[in-house]
């Protein structure tokens, strides 16, 4: 078990390590969340809830595994990844043994709706829906029956200028939560705790990207689940 604190600089230059997905496809939605982001994500799961250290921990949606490998990284107990894509998992093999955390990482190459058990954290983020509408509606109701607490990745509504210039300064706020998310975890058992927006900058790699970076804002969305 990780005993020392890690600084958010050297876990995100740590999870830069982790490669990417080799031939992603855009009806899967497959980019790698960035280091920065996935820093920020594991840090406020880690220190600010304490939901990662000597944890069960499910990465619903892992692709390549920088969420579970970070999770692992940071000293949960067990962490379990699992993707409906062949080529990712395969992938994430190769990075957990790079980083000699393969013992404490199982790999499932499966769609979410064969995951089943209970886990005290789930990290994801899923597919936002911009090729399938609702793509991230799945994640979220198996996450709030399989998971004690859930940290979701969501794109945000938000898309204000102001806003933006607010969080390259800022880098993580507060927010209030979408009406739709709030609705759905409510329906589902589920209570929101916080809500955190960020920038998150992914390079150009679509053909529905139109720029070469795209940079836009998401939000993280802290769970209890009810029905666990
Ligand atoms: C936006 S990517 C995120 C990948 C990784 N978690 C990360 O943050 O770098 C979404 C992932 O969800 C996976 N996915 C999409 N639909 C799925 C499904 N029905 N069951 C399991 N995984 C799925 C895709 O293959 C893709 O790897």
């Keep these: 078990m990780q005993r020392r604190i890690i600084r958010k600089l050297e876990l995100e230059t740590f999870l830069s390590k982790v490669k990417a997905h080799p031939s992603p496809k855009p009806s899967l939605e497959q980019y790698t969340i960035p280091s920065d982001v996935a820093a920020t994500i594991l840090h406020i799961a880690a220190y600010t809830y304490d939901d990662l250290i000597g944890k069960t921990v499910l990465d619903l949606g892992c692709g390549t595994g920088r969420l579970a490998i ?4 940071l000293g949960a107990q067990h962490v379990v ?21 393969k013992e404490k ?8 709706d064969a995951v089943h058990g209970k886990f005290d ?16 509606r799945k994640f979220l109701i198996k996450a709030l029956q399989v998971g004690k607490k859930i940290y979701s990745l969501h794109k945000s509504l938000h898309k204000e200028k102001s806003f933006m210039e607010k969080l ?12 739709f998310i709030r609705r759905l975890t409510k329906e589902n058992g589920g209570e929101i705790k916080a809500t955190y927006a960020m920038l998150m900058k992914i390079p150009h790699m679509f053909p529905f990207h139109t720029k070469e970076k795209h940079e836009f804002i998401v939000e993280l969305y802290v769970i209890n689940s009810e029905s666990y």
Excluded: C, H
Aim: charged fraction near 25%; aromatic fraction near 6%; proline fraction near 8%.
């Design 105 to 112: 990482i199982e790999w499932a190459t499966a769609d979410l």
């Design 168 to 179: 390259k300064k800022v880098k993580v706020m507060p927010v209030s939560p979408s009406p």
């Design 81 to 101: 990844g699992v993707d409906i894509d062949k080529k990712a998992i395969k992938t994430a093999i190769k990075n957990s043994s790079m980083f000699n955390l």
């Design 70 to 73: 970070g999770a692992a990284y």
């Design 121 to 136: 954290t789930v990290l994801q983020n899923p597919p936002f829906g911009v090729q399938k509408r609702g793509a991230d």
